[in-house]
């Protein structure tokens, strides 16, 4: 994957991590707030394209699955 393609994905997933930091904030759900943090942070320490999209994927789809 080229580093074209790895920033972008960093891109997509700081948007949805922007959008479900709002979302968990206002509606003061834990699991969105975190999912969101995580997905605005974990770019910047993970280097290998192929875990990046596998982690943003899971925390993408987490506040789906768990509802606390």
Known sequence: MS???FFMWAVVTGAFGWGY???????????????????CSFPYFVSNAWC?????????????????
């Open 3 to 5: 580093t074209d393609a």
């Open 52 to 68: 990046s999209i596998a982690i943003g994927i899971v925390f993408i789809v987490l506040p789906f699955v768990v509802r606390i």
């Open 21 to 39: 930091v709002i979302y968990g904030w206002k509606q003061r759900r834990v699991v969105p707030l975190v999912a969101g943090i995580i997905l």
